[in-house]
């Protein structure tokens, strides 16, 4: 299977042909969250963009097996060496258990991307359910001379790996510059060789509560060797893509090959490393270590102190597709303002289509307005062979939609164009809006408010005693299992029982 897509990779730094290494089968790993909060703005960005990425692949056909993880162990304040466990910190404060955190958050943020209507992820490995796997990957960087014990604990020994191999390659950070940017003897690092180390194992201290057994000691693996570990075991030695956002880059990401590369895999894990662009607010990015995050539920609520208003889950998916993902994206109300107005305009154009009945038995098919449609329809994928262009393979949607206006208007004549014509727009537009982009019809309207318009009619039909539109009402309301009730007080309803 040999498809025209091609993906910009972070370790390239150009953008590749796509072609899988096992095809039709794509393995695609993408860091998942660390879950000792609610999902924020900036989550939803990889996680949509990633979802686009495996939504698309299959449209073309190819066979996706994605692994996004749980970070539930080893990612310590300000991602360091040292330092407490972000999830163990916050269940001492609240006293729970670290797992009762650990379940509160996975469930909200699958809630929320359920909300956004993200597809789960085929595998979700959580890090505390591979300790194995994570030992005898240290035991293999050990066996080959690039990591080293020290009071319990094990690092890696950057220096050692960087003399047959390139510590930086991904992110293009120079080992000679990092160690001059670097302090030695820095509060904590007396167990390392080099500043530049970094933790595959850490003893456990005595306040710490989530720890397991190794030859080292009782302690817990560190944050990076996590994905490592869980990537080869789902998708093997070496894969097609690696994913994340960019400020997992350097180091989370560089550690993750060093990590590859030193054990018996000897691969840079994935052939493919693809990042997403961060989403800022006032220009700077938005993190929980920064504070000046909005989380997904406030989103969806308005409940923020900078939101105008609510912004619903399709607003907010829309409102990062229409960016390119390896492209900035400033939070602002008027970008969401309009996002939901493209949003409600794509859905618009999705019922027109809906309701679009050819014309029967005509034969007045003119050539160019044939093909002007078909050349509109051909440009709706496109752009996302060219590195998943979201943002240009909307503008072609809101160009054919222009069209699609005129046809419902009547400017546009249906028959000017052949039904093979007709019937390709309308499955590629679909297509495109509902499996590719992953957007949904949300309900705007409110049954509750909508039920209390109809009674109002009833109660009007009553006063003017016109009772073929009481029964009819009462019929209506009947067959969706409402009965009307009426009462001294006035009209009510309830549920037929």
């Known amino acids: 299977m040999n498809h025209p897509l091609s993906l910009y990779n972070t370790l390239t730094r150009t953008k590749e042909p796509f072609t899988p290494l096992h095809s039709p089968f794509v393995g695609l790993y993408v860091c998942g969250p660390t879950v000792y909060g609610d999902a924020h703005l900036g989550h939803a960005r990889p996680y949509i963009t990633f979802d686009v990425m495996r939504r698309y692949m299959q449209y073309l056909g190819y066979k996706v097996r994605y692994v996004r993880n749980i970070t539930d162990v080893g990612h310590l304040q300000n991602d360091a060496d040292f330092g407490e466990d972000k999830i163990q910190k916050l269940a001492k404060a609240a006293q729970l258990e670290p797992m009762e955190v650990v379940q509160q958050y996975t469930n909200s943020f699958h809630r929320d991307m359920g909300s956004l209507n993200v597809l789960p992820p085929d ?230 289509l809906d309701q679009l009945q050819y014309p029967a038995g005509t034969d007045a098919v003119d050539a160019k307005a044939d093909e002007e449609i078909k050349k509109l329809t051909a440009e709706l994928f496109l752009p996302l062979n060219d590195d998943l262009n979201t943002a240009k393979s909307i503008a072609a949607l809101f160009n054919l939609l222009k069209k699609v206006n005129s046809m419902h208007t009547g400017g546009f004549k249906l028959e000017t164009i052949s039904e093979e014509t007709f019937e390709e727009m309308r499955a590629q537009y679909r297509a495109l809006v509902l499996d590719v982009l992953g957007l949904k019809v949300e309900q705007t309207a409110d049954a509750q408010s909508l039920l209390e318009v109809v009674l109002g009619f009833y109660k009007e039909a009553k006063e003017t005693k016109d009772y073929a539109k009481v029964d009819a009402i009462r019929a209506q309301l009947k067959g969706q299992g409402i009965v009307v009730k009426d009462m001294k007080t006035g009209i009510d309803w309830a549920y037929e029982e």
């Not at 005898?136 to 319990?152: C, F, P, R, T, V």
């Not at 003897?185 to 007396?190: H, K, P, R, V, W």
């Not at 229409?322 to 305009?345: I, P, V």
């Open 123 to 352: 595998i979700e490995p959580r890090a505390s359910g591979h300790i194995i796997e994570q030992i005898e990957m240290i035991q293999e960087i050990l066996d080959n001379g690039l990591a080293y014990e020290s009071n319990g604990s094990v690092y890696f020994d950057v220096p050692a790996y960087n003399k047959e191999h390139n510590y930086g390659k991904l992110s293009g950070r120079v080992v000679e510059d990092l160690l001059a940017n670097t302090r030695d003897n820095l509060e904590g690092q007396e167990e390392k060789r080099s500043p530049l180390d970094f933790a595959l194992w850490k003893k456990a201290s005595a306040s710490h509560i989530m720890r397991w057994s190794s030859p080292w000691s009782e302690g817990f693996p560190g944050w990076h060797l996590e994905c490592s570990a869980m990537s080869r075991k789902y998708l093997g030695p070496q894969f097609d893509i690696h994913g994340g956002g960019l400020d997992l880059m350097f180091p989370h990401h560089e550690c993750e090959i060093a990590q590859s590369q030193a054990s018996n895999s000897h691969s840079d894990s994935a052939r493919f490393w693809v990042h997403n662009n961060l989403i800022t607010i006032n220009g700077k990015k938005m993190g929980k270590s920064l504070g000046n995050f909005i989380t997904l539920g406030e989103l969806f609520t308005g409940t923020h102190e900078v939101l105008e208003q609510a912004y619903s889950p399709m607003t907010i998916r829309f409102f990062i597709l229409q960016a390119h993902y390896r492209s900035t994206l400033d939070f602002s109300n008027e970008g969401l303002q309009a996002a939901r107005k493209g949003y409600l305009k794509v859905m618009n154009g999705l019922r027109i």
